[in-house]
């Protein structure tokens, strides 16, 4: 794939291509064990893979709704700043991610406007075999960059595209 590089994820048990111009976080911060996070080299732009554990049955919902409000509660106050754009809008075959798991993928598009605009697109894998939600979010703060190495909706589509798991036992306490 042009333009993007094959990256393991979470010591080989997941997969995807990332575009070329990618830093990852982990090189120049901490970041805790169920994340991976990668930096637009560029611009104010990352693509996060989260490993979660699925949320109890009474707040579970649409589950890229539920991830969204949390990632959003965690950096802002201010209910208002919350908007919602589009849920199942990013589109994707999920049967290539893993044959043979019972899953449910959801999408939500939002913004918020807290302190400065910021899209948020996120993706959930919920693989309710093992409990988990593999969340999958693309943070874009960078809206009036024009830059020539931003990333787009349709880089993020990509990412998700050729994302694959490849090792359940990653699951498995």
């Not at 798991?101 to 913004?111: A, K, R, W």
């Not at 807290?114 to 948020?120: C, P, Q, T």
């Amino acid at each position: 794939m042009a333009g993007f590089a094959q990256k393991e994820l979470f010591g080989g048990a997941l997969t995807c291509f990332l575009p070329l111009n990618v830093l990852d976080a982990s090189d120049v911060r901490q970041v805790p064990d169920n994340q991976e996070i990668f930096l637009n080299s560029s611009v104010d732009q990352n693509i996060i893979f989260d490993i979660l554990e699925t949320p109890d049955e009474n707040v579970m919902g649409h589950a890229a709704t539920f991830h969204y409000r949390e990632i959003i509660d965690d950096h802002s106050s201010d209910e208002a700043s919350l908007r919602i754009l589009s849920t199942d809008s990013i589109l994707l075959d999920s049967s290539q991610f893993c044959p043979n798991c019972p899953m449910t993928v959801s999408s939500v598009v939002g913004l918020s406007s807290a302190d400065s605009v910021m899209i948020l697109s996120l993706v959930v894998f919920r693989l309710p075999q093992f409990r988990t939600d593999i969340v999958v979010s693309f943070n874009d703060s960078s809206s009036n960059s024009e830059s020539p190495q931003k990333w787009s909706l349709e880089t993020f589509q990509a990412v998700l595209r050729f994302f694959r798991l490849k090792d359940t036992s990653l699951f498995i306490n």
